[in-house]
């Protein structure tokens, strides 16, 4: 299983780059929605992917999609949870920032989600019953993002909220104010993905 790649670009196409390793080169799939993330001057890249093999008639091809981040190969795997969306149609689909898809998904904007390449209304509706409610810490990803050390916080919910939000480029003293924020509003908060949640939904209402 192939868990991440850095190398050298050495050719870019509309959906992937070409990956150089150690003399291999590897052509890694981008969803359009990074790859407008992807700086047109980088000549290096590093990337977390996803490793999957695809079957064609009586052979399987590995396949290799590349993200930014952990956090955006996590939305693309509950993504993919939903009936009738595979890796391959996934990564056509995801054609619109992450924030901007997981926004119409918390909204059940069914229209943005049928503008989505590959995806109909039926889809569109299948999206939103699996998915509402559970997105809304990927509407708060910024541009490009970049791996940096977690703080400590008050608690172990705290702590893997405020790991997240530093991974998202947020500052840490606006990150904890939001934390705090957040768990002011709903003090019942189980876990990180429900605080998460609820930052979400309190920078949507400013």
Known sequence: MICSIAGKIKQRKENSLLVQVNGFGYEVFIPQGIMKCLSQDETE????????????????IPI?????????K?????????????????????????????????????????????????????????????????GLIRGVVHKEKAASAESDIEQEALAVLLQLQYKKPEAQMMIKNAITRNPDIKNSEELLNEVYKQRSNQ
Do not use: W
């Open 45 to 60: 890249c590093e990337l977390v992917t996803f490793h999957y093999h695809q079957a064609d008639q009586n052979k399987s």
């Open 64 to 72: 290799l999609i590349g993200f930014m981040n952990e956090i955006e």
């Open 74 to 138: 996590e939305f693309f795997e509950k993504f993919i949870t939903v009936s009738g969306i595979g890796p391959k149609a996934a990564v056509k689909a995801i054609a619109e920032p992450i924030p901007d898809i997981a926004k119409a998904i918390d909204c059940a904007d069914i229209a943005y989600l049928k503008s989505l390449p590959g995806i109909g209304m039926q889809r569109a509706r299948e999206i939103v019953a699996k998915l509402q409610g559970k997105v809304g810490k990927f």
